[in-house]
């Protein structure tokens, strides 16, 4: 059984800074591309970036280009998201995703998400 585990949420101040962290654990062959996605209350999960495993490309939203660094652990099984300059709009429940190989199953896994509030 595959398990995505998410750390690091939280309350911020706007224009402070979180990190989150997902690791992923269990029977996996191959872990292909990791990711975050948000939801905040009443809209649709949305991609916040992704890195592929392979050659370490990235892929952000534009509303958090130049603010969010996503990066993988050397394992490749972790994958980090470091948030800057955070801003009330980023307030959201943060979703870790995998696509990876388990046994002869690939599919996506998701996290359980972690609350990322950005008030004064």
């Known amino acids: 059984q595959v398990r995505l585990v998410e750390n690091g949420g939280g309350l911020v101040q706007p224009g402070g800074s979180l990190r989150l962290s997902c690791a992923a654990s269990?029977?996996?062959?191959?872990?292909?591309?990791m990711g975050w996605y948000r939801q905040a209350p009443g809209k649709q999960r949305e991609l916040v970036a992704n890195?592929?495993?392979?050659?370490?490309?990235?892929n952000y939203a534009d509303s958090v280009k130049g603010r969010f660094t996503i990066s993988a652990g050397n394992a490749k099984m972790t994958v980090y998201l470091q948030m800057n300059e955070l801003k009330p709009e980023d307030t959201a429940v943060y979703y870790c995703?995998?696509?990876?190989?388990?046994?002869?199953?690939?599919?996506?896994?998701w996290g359980q998400g972690t609350q990322v509030t950005v008030s004064s």
């Open positions: 269990g029977r996996i062959v191959r872990v292909n591309a």
């Open positions: 890195i592929t495993s392979g050659d370490g490309s990235t």
């Open positions: 995703n995998a696509d990876l190989i388990s046994g002869w199953d690939r599919r996506v896994h």
